[in-house]
């Protein structure tokens, strides 16, 4: 079978990143930062022999089991899907930050049949992740993958803005899948997409997280069940962050249409942001005025007939073709 059944409550969660761990009560180790492409050098070497090396079984329920090869003839390494037509197929994604180009190696097991999230969309999905440590004795080079999590049957949905960019890019490369509610309050999913991605350290957690240790790249299966569109403005309240949606959903802040919308320090320096309009350093999905003409977009996109927002299809256009919100020269 291939479908899930259980109920869920709709909670937005964050992963969160820590870099420093505790020794011990008096003592707090920071592990030093190694240059980027350094460490990327290392990684891409590591993920690239694990995936020649490897191959996988996908069971009836599309969950999936990485091993290592015994025997050629029958069990093709990962590396090799980068041959196929069909699926399972191994593509990669070129992400330009700190100043590099990483290649992020993910593998399609199924597409799916629903929409793509963006990078900053809600996710339910179940996912097992592990890290990758390799060590060299003697010109042998030994590979050990250690598990650390594993999410069966998620209950919340995952705001992507909030986790590691590994996930924020290969994420966007699936698709949910249908549902259909049950008499009793559970919802099955059917022909959701399934996949792996394999992460360099620089698109992870780098200097480390709790139990993953610093430098080493990561490994997540995962399946997309489905997607939850989000409006990401905030205000900060007596120095706390609260949520101030301007009526736009951050999938209509992609200006660029790519399906993906980037902070300032997730790009490299000197790079445009292609979705910020106003150029204040602030992209659309965040800017609460996002033509800098000091008339909130909220106030720009609303119906005066009936003090709520337009649909995001009816705000209305300017002279220029553009919709009001996004030309500092017109205003409601």
Same mark, same amino acid.
């Given at each position: 079978?291939?479908?899930?059944? @259980? ?8 992963? +969160?990143?820590? =870099? ?60 090799? @899907?980068?041959?196929?037509? &069909?699926?399972?197929? *191994?593509?990669?994604?070129? /992400? ?8 992020? @190696? ?16 809600? #996710?339910?999905? %179940?996912? =097992?992740?592990?890290?990758?440590? =390799? ?5 042998? *080079? ?13 209950? %919340? ?5 909030? $986790? ?15 549902? /259909? =509610? ?11 997409? #399934? ?5 360099? +350290?620089?698109?992870?957690?780098? $200097? ?15 399946? *997309? ?22 009526? #736009?959903? %951050? ?40 033509? &800098?003409?000091?008339? $909130? ?9 009936? &003090? ?16 009001? @919100? *996004? ?6």
């Amino acid at each position: 079978m291939n479908k899930i059944k @259980y109920s869920f409550i709709v909670i937005i969660t964050v992963l +969160s990143i820590i =870099s420093c761990s505790k020794k011990d009560d008096d003592e707090v180790v920071v592990t030093p930062t190694k240059p980027y492409d350094e460490q990327y050098a290392i990684d891409s070497a590591n993920i690239e022999e694990y995936l020649k090396t490897n191959y996988i079984t996908v069971d009836a329920d599309y969950n999936v089991t990485f091993s290592k090869i015994t025997d050629p003839a029958t069990q093709p390494s990962i590396w090799s @899907y980068q041959e196929n037509t &069909g699926f399972p197929k *191994l593509l990669y994604r070129e /992400v330009q930050v700190h100043e590099i180009v990483y290649k992020l @190696y993910y593998l399609v097991i199924r597409e799916g049949v629903g929409e793509n999230p963006m990078n900053v969309d809600g #996710v339910l999905a %179940s996912y =097992s992740g592990d890290y990758l440590t =390799s060590t060299t004795t003697d010109n042998v *080079l030994t590979q050990t993958t250690t598990h650390f999590e594993t999410v069966l049957y998620p209950n %919340s949905f995952m705001d992507l803005y909030g $986790t590691i960019r590994g996930w924020k890019e290969v994420f966007p490369q699936f698709k949910a899948g249908n549902y /259909v =509610s049950n008499e009793d309050g559970t919802v099955s999913y059917d022909n959701y997409g #399934v996949g792996a991605m394999f992460i360099p +350290s620089g698109l992870g957690y780098y $200097t480390g997280n709790g139990g993953i240790p610093a430098y080493t790249p990561l490994i997540f299966s995962f399946k *997309l069940y489905s997607i939850s569109r989000m409006d990401h403005e905030y205000s900060i309240l007596n120095q706390t962050v609260v949520p101030d949606p301007d009526g #736009v959903l %951050s999938m209509h802040e992609d200006i660029d249409g790519d399906g993906y919308v980037w902070t300032a320090s997730e790009l490299n320096e000197g790079v445009v942001n292609p979705d910020d309009t106003d150029g204040d350093g602030v992209p659309d999905f965040l800017d609460k005025d996002d033509d &800098g003409d000091n008339y $909130t977009t909220k106030l720009e996109i609303k119906n005066p007939a009936t &003090g709520e927002p337009y649909p995001f299809d009816q705000i209305p256009t300017c002279d220029s073709g553009k919709k009001n @919100y *996004l030309d500092a020269t017109c205003h409601p």
